[in-house]
């Protein structure tokens, strides 16, 4: 059934849009700022709070980076007019940063702008290792300004024990992920037990620093390990959230809620759903059993 699955996301660019959109309506909230905050007002009547994400990365010019910047304001206004439970997360190619790191910065600025107008909080995400380094700087400048902005932390990137230690001094606000980013050997640990060791390793070092942390994972090994570091560190609730996708391990989602934790879901949205769902089935290729069903007609 793996390869089957791994074939069937091989063959993706080839499967009629309309299919593609029915798999992508799974993990993506819509393509307008209405459907994105209805689905976010679902998320918190289930006790979860969101993060919306507008889609697309990796400009290929600068121009295209202030309608990503003006529709992120919207979200931000729409998130405080609606009085949601909502934060936004902010992929800094998507403000050109691989074109112009300053040009990124400005167009970050502009959305931090508008978060401390509305005193909401504003994660920066993490993208491959080749702008790991910018991102962390962009971060510390933004914080000195606002101190509502938070980072991600990638657990399969070598690096990240070194950057744990220092994010934990400054007292940041983290998010640690396992990484999805295709890297070389010398820079990312190769193994699930590596990634999944490094993850639960980097969780205690920014709880036991008295980090405000984000545990993003699917992974019931990996949150089995950040229960106990909570456990023993015997942190309230409000001290750390669970984080999760939109579409994914919904049992072990409601699970958390009901023992008591808090959980955000990444909600995104915008026009670029295509190139995001193709991504999340790459990632996960047991969900190409729901392109079969859609192949086949099943609904």
């Excluded at 910065?105 to 509305?118: D, Q």
């Excluded at 971060?139 to 606002?146: F, V």
């Excluded at 024990?161 to 990312?188: L, T």
């Amino acid at each position: 059934m793996k390869v089957l699955n791994r074939l069937i996301v091989a063959a993706m660019p080839l499967v009629p849009r309309p299919i593609v959109r029915r798999i992508a309506h799974r993990y993506v909230a819509g393509e307008t700022l209405a459907q994105a905050l209805e689905t976010v007002r679902l998320l918190n009547a289930q006790g979860c709070r969101a993060t919306l994400d507008v889609l697309g990365e990796d400009v290929s010019a600068i121009g295209e980076t202030d309608r990503t910047v003006v529709e992120y304001l919207r979200a931000l206004d729409g998130i405080a007019a609606s009085g949601l439970d909502s934060n936004v997360s902010v992929k800094l190619t998507a403000l050109g940063l691989k074109l112009d790191a300053n040009h990124c910065r400005r167009e970050f600025a502009r959305i931090v702008e508008g978060a401390r107008r509305l005193g909401t909080f504003v994660r920066i995400d993490m993208e491959d290792s080749s702008v790991t380094s910018e991102t962390i700087r962009i971060y510390r400048e933004a914080r000195e300004s606002y101190e509502k902005v938070g980072l991600v932390l990638q657990a399969y990137l070598r690096r990240t024990a070194e950057d744990a230690r220092e994010a934990a001094a400054q007292g940041a606000n983290v998010r640690v992920c396992k990484g999805i980013y295709v890297e070389p050997p010398e820079i990312a640990f190769p193994g699930a037990e590596e990634i999944r060791a490094s993850f639960a390793s980097t969780v205690d070092v920014l709880l036991g620093a008295g980090c405000y942390v984000g545990i993003a994972t699917h992974d019931p090994a990996v949150v089995r390990a950040a229960l106990a570091t909570i456990a023993r560190l015997r942190l309230p609730p409000e001290a750390y959230e669970f984080q999760m996708l939109l579409g994914v391990a919904g049992d072990l989602r409601r699970q958390l809620v009901s023992a008591g934790h808090r959980l955000r879901v990444y909600v995104p949205y915008g026009e670029a759903w295509e190139a995001y769902s193709l991504r999340r089935l790459k990632e996960n290729p047991a969900m190409a059993g729901h392109v079969l069903k859609g192949l086949l007609g099943g609904k």
